[in-house]
């Protein structure tokens, strides 16, 4: 199982989204200057995307018997973290002037998921392609 590339990459993506649950989203700063911290489990949307998140990847990881249905999750994932990238950026630009919001750099970890979700299923696509060209050639041979 961890001899491929593409469980590297699906391993890689499930723990930068569940860093997310242990990083801050955004700092404000209120009066005074106090720094207030705001964490990805506060947001319930962003948890819901969190646990959705990494329970599919989570099963995508170990489907690794089944290389189309783990591509076609993998693709799903990439997806929904597509998605899970775009409510924080319409958040960021929402609050922006409400208030001295300063987002972290762990904002950007759902599209660098989804990149490492796309080249997986691209990968899985490549070794199903192998796997099927190596049966059809012994399938050739037994004739």
């Known amino acids: 199982m961890w001899q491929r590339i593409q469980t590297l990459y699906l391993a ?37 995307f969190i646990v959705m998140i990494i329970s599919g990847n989570g099963f995508t990881l170990f489907s690794y018997k089944s290389r189309m249905i783990q591509m076609r999750l993998s693709i799903l994932e990439a997806i929904l973290m597509t998605a899970f990238q775009i409510w924080i950026g319409v958040d960021f630009i929402r609050l922006r002037n409400e208030n001295e919001l300063i987002f972290s750099f762990t904002a950007i970890f759902p599209i660098i998921a989804a990149i490492l ?27």
């Open 12 to 48: 890689i993506s499930t723990l930068l989204i569940a860093s997310l649950l242990m990083c801050n989203v955004a700092a404000t700063i209120g009066p005074g200057g106090t720094e207030e911290h705001i964490k990805y489990y506060e947001n319930i949307v962003y948890l819901i």
């Open 117 to 143: 979700n796309v080249m997986a299923a691209r990968n899985i696509a490549l070794d199903e392609a192998m796997v099927q060209s190596a049966y059809r050639l012994r399938k050739s041979k037994k004739k």
